[in-house]
């Protein structure tokens, strides 16, 4: 598989911290657990024969990533936006509840 070395950094900067599936932004310092926290996805998975390279990589949030329906390829970004807005709530209600 063609590789390159890249950091999360650089493609978040690259990408302006902008979502791939949903087009919005991500925060940069986010605690890992919430879903909005920065990861690079690959646009043509891996196992599907994508390369892990600049290319073929963008910036997302964690839960967009993870997100199978919210992919890009099977929901519009409005519709990954709410996903990922329900994502917080609950996540922002466990956190709450957890204090
Ligand atoms: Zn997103």
Known sequence: MEREAY????IGERDGWECGHCLTPVPREADPRDPR????DHITAVVQGGADTRDNVTI???YCNA???GLGRRCT???A????ARAV???EARRGAAR
């Open 81 to 84: 936006g709410e996903r990922l």
């Open 77 to 79: 970004p409005a519709q």
């Open 89 to 91: 709530v609950v996540y």
């Open 37 to 40: 926290a920065p990861q690079v």
């Open 7 to 10: 950091t999360r950094k650089e």
């Open 60 to 62: 997302s949030h964690r």
């Open 67 to 69: 997100d199978r329906w």
